[in-house]
């Protein structure tokens, strides 16, 4: 039992809200399961400034100070570096692949916990109460967050198993339920030259719906695919910085509910994670049905 939160802003008024919004959310949901948590959070101005990459490492196995040193200098430009407990978020004047390139070559083993110009994944072991009061998720600013808390089943309990898994370029994703065939599927994508960091059954996903992405399908078909190749029971949230999707399994037995407003779309394991959100009253609530795709993009429904 996994929680997941998901807030997309359509009305640029509430843009400012987006942290306080989604730490309600969030922290709503930690009787999910606390093992460990994440947070996605697309288009704030202090963690993601604008005209800057952004790189999340996980673990680094170094200072802040070290870190900048030994970026900035591999880069040739100043680099912005803040470490919280595991999550080190990186940011420079530089496109974020060249930014997570420079990362690689100077830290071979370092996990990455998400990378993109408007994209800033924190993650780590332990409660999203705690997650969140330590990045002051209350006070950051943006169109679209996502967040889980993980009760761990498949993998170990480590800062690396937390979700998101954000794997492809400001491309998230957030799982609650388990594939049951996700060993034969990391072996053919590994086949096809795929890296894994993890044995974690939810990276899988995300590296399936990265490699699709990145072979030009929408995120429609994408996710289309993967109800055809994954068993098991899951509903899934899959985001990058323009789009928000969800989607749920044939039998659809975790939970999930979505509102719907003319000034944001919402998700969640539970309508209690939803109920403080200004105008909810109002909201058109539903559960997703089985294998359909809701899909939402900046100023247009998909779904």
Same mark, same amino acid.
């Given at each position: 039992?996994?929680? !997941?939160?998901?807030?997309? +802003?359509?009305?640029? /008024?509430? @843009? =400012?809200?987006?942290?306080?919004?989604?730490?309600?959310?969030?922290?709503?949901?930690?009787?999910?399961?606390?093992?460990?948590?994440?947070?996605?959070?697309?288009?704030?101005?202090?963690?993601?400034?604008?005209?800057?990459?952004?790189?999340?490492? !996980?673990?680094?196995?170094?200072?802040?100070?070290?870190?900048?040193?030994?970026?900035? =200098?591999?880069?040739?430009?100043?680099?912005?570096?803040?470490?919280?407990?595991?999550?080190?978020?990186?940011?420079?004047?530089?496109?974020?692949?060249?930014?997570?390139? /420079?990362?690689?070559?100077?830290?071979?083993?370092?996990?990455?916990?998400?990378?993109?110009?408007?994209?800033? $994944?924190?993650?780590?072991?332990?409660?999203?109460?705690?997650?969140?009061?330590?990045?002051?998720?209350?006070?950051?600013?943006?169109?679209?967050?996502?967040? &889980?808390?993980?009760?761990?089943?498949?993998?170990?309990?480590?800062?690396?198993?937390?979700?998101?898994?954000?794997?492809?370029?400001?491309?998230? +994703?957030? &799982?609650?339920?388990?594939?049951?065939? &996700?060993?034969?599927?990391?072996?053919?994508?590994?086949?096809?030259?795929?890296?894994?960091?993890?044995?974690?059954? #939810?990276?899988?996903?995300?590296?399936?719906?990265?490699?699709?992405?990145?072979?030009?399908?929408?995120?429609?078909? %994408?996710?289309? &695919? +993967?109800?055809?190749?994954?068993?098991?029971?899951?509903?899934?949230?899959?985001?990058?910085?323009?789009?928000?999707?969800?989607?749920?399994?044939?039998?659809?037995?975790?939970?999930?509910?979505?509102?719907?407003?003319?000034?944001?779309? %919402?998700?969640?394991?539970? @309508?209690? /994670?939803? =109920?403080?959100?200004?105008?909810?009253?109002?909201?058109?609530?539903?559960?997703?049905?089985?294998?359909?795709?809701?899909?939402? #993009?900046?100023?247009? $429904? +998909?779904?």
């Amino acid at each position: 039992m996994c929680g !997941i939160v998901g807030l997309h +802003l359509r009305n640029p /008024a509430l @843009y =400012a809200q987006l942290g306080e919004l989604l730490t309600r959310m969030l922290c709503e949901m930690e009787d999910r399961g606390a093992d460990s948590a994440g947070i996605a959070v697309y288009g704030d101005p202090t963690w993601t400034p604008p005209g800057n990459g952004t790189v999340s490492l !996980i673990d680094v196995g170094a200072t802040a100070d070290e870190v900048a040193a030994a970026l900035g =200098a591999e880069l040739g430009t100043p680099v912005t570096v803040v470490l919280r407990g595991t999550t080190c978020l990186v940011t420079a004047g530089v496109d974020s692949e060249t930014l997570l390139a /420079a990362a690689r070559t100077l830290y071979r083993d370092v996990l990455v916990g998400g990378f993109g110009e408007d994209l800033a $994944v924190l993650k780590g072991v332990g409660s999203p109460s705690s997650l969140a009061k330590s990045w002051g998720l209350a006070d950051a600013q943006g169109w679209q967050g996502v967040g &889980h808390t993980r009760m761990a089943t498949e993998s170990a309990v480590t800062p690396g198993g937390a979700h998101p898994y954000a794997v492809g370029p400001q491309q998230c +994703l957030v &799982h609650n339920g388990s594939f049951s065939n &996700h060993a034969t599927i990391r072996r053919e994508l590994r086949s096809a030259g795929v890296e894994f960091d993890s044995e974690n059954d #939810t990276e899988v996903g995300a590296r399936f719906v990265a490699h699709e992405l990145a072979a030009g399908v929408d995120i429609e078909s %994408a996710l289309h &695919h +993967l109800t055809e190749t994954f068993d098991g029971f899951y509903t899934l949230l899959v985001s990058n910085r323009d789009s928000f999707a969800v989607v749920r399994d044939a039998i659809a037995c975790k939970p999930a509910v979505i509102a719907e407003t003319d000034d944001w779309v %919402a998700m969640a394991s539970e @309508y209690r /994670a939803l =109920a403080h959100l200004p105008g909810i009253e109002d909201a058109r609530i539903f559960e997703p049905e089985p294998e359909v795709i809701y899909a939402w #993009t900046r100023g247009k $429904v +998909l779904a």
